[in-house]
């Protein structure tokens, strides 16, 4: 059974039972059903959940270090989690208990743990999991909301961890009955974030390093070398674009991890069927939206309609830093659509230089 909801005037029933939860969280870990969570690395999302139920969801979480190609000119030791940056995807439900195993195995001696913004409990259950190398801890959360939210290790110095990629999402799901998002055909996991590096080392050859290391400095001024999507420069475009067919619809779950910069996503040539800002799932979305802001440590799921075949650039709409890296690209395949776009006797071309339809 479910916790007692507590009678209010004027109180939506929906976020009365999210209230209740905070006073009688109901099931305990112990009479829980256990279940290993399905993680994916991004763009991928696990599927949709079906059951109705809560259960003590495992996630098994891994930190190492690797070097990592972060630009086309450019090799970075990103910190990683599960070997990948950003970490892996979670989808959970309200009410679940999150049954957290986080195991240490980066070899350069720092400590790491996991701060969600999920989770209920001083530091955001980083106090419960902060190992040394070679280490593991398991802490148990209870998940008393839904929505998007973003976890990242809060190890000190805080902003150093993040900016060298330990960060990911996690999506809690509704419980309550009809508050479910909307199927769609596609869903997609991307993640913003910044990257801060020192300049190369000259070599007694007189030429410059093909690796760089991360400054501290640059962090501190806020002006990152690398804006990305999924960790890397080439992400979205060579490495794993997004795929969808025209009349599909396609989803989001979109992630800014900072440290810094406040993100303005925009997909050039549709706009966001729903948007659902600040990861609120339980809000009505925003229709027909063109450019969602998403600040440091924040998320938004947004869902498309595709109609016209072509590439679409997912872009940060402070736009320069579409030079720094911040482009994906959207490839819709099927029949062209000229009653919605076309011209008469000229082919579509990019322009010279371009990098949003390469």
Not at 234 to 259: C, H, I
Request: proline share 10%; net charge negative; charged share 20%.
């Amino acid at each position: 059974m479910g916790p007692n909801i507590r009678s209010s005037k004027a109180v939506d029933p929906r976020i009365s039972f999210y209230e209740a939860l905070y006073e009688d969280p109901g099931d305990t870990a112990l009479n829980l059903p256990s279940e290993d969570a399905i993680l994916t690395t991004a763009p991928n999302v696990p599927p949709p959940l079906t059951r109705d139920y809560p259960v003590l969801l495992n996630v098994s979480l891994t930190t190492t270090t690797k070097l990592a190609q972060l630009t086309n000119q450019y090799k970075y030791e990103q910190w990683t989690s599960n070997n990948t940056v950003p970490g892996p995807f979670i989808r959970a439900r309200a009410g679940d208990v999150v049954n957290l195993t986080l195991t240490n195995h980066d070899e350069t001696g720092n400590p790491h743990n996991i701060d969600c913004h999920a989770f209920t409990g001083p530091g955001g259950g980083s106090t419960l999991t902060t190992t040394e190398e070679n280490e593991s801890k398991t802490a148990r959360f209870k998940l008393l909301y839904p929505g998007l939210f973003l976890y990242h290790c809060a190890a000190a110095p805080v902003p150093v961890h993040i900016a060298n990629g330990m960060y990911g999402l996690i999506l809690v799901e509704p419980a309550t009955p009809g508050d479910a998002l909307p199927p769609v055909d596609r869903e997609y996991y991307v993640m913003q974030s910044e990257f801060y590096h020192e300049p190369p080392e000259v070599g007694d050859d007189g030429r410059p390093a093909r690796t760089v290391e991360f400054s501290y400095p640059g962090g501190m001024r806020e002006e990152p070398n690398v804006v990305v999507f999924n960790g890397h420069e080439a992400a979205l475009t060579r490495d794993a674009p997004l795929k969808a067919r025209s009349g599909e619809t396609v989803r989001v779950f979109f992630g800014n991890a900072g440290p810094n910069l406040t993100s303005a996503i925009h997909v050039i040539g549709s706009n966001f069927l729903r948007a659902y800002r600040d990861g609120d799932v339980m809000s009505p979305p925003g229709r027909f939206v063109s450019t969602v802001v998403v600040p440091p440590g924040g998320s938004a799921v947004v869902d498309m309609k595709m109609v016209v075949p072509g590439t679409y650039a997912l872009v940060d709409h402070a736009i320069f830093r579409l030079d720094k890296g911040a482009v994906g690209f959207l490839n819709v395949s099927g029949s062209p659509r000229p009653d919605v776009a076309g011209s008469v006797g000229v082919a579509g071309a990019p322009c010279v230089g371009c990098k949003l339809h390469a």
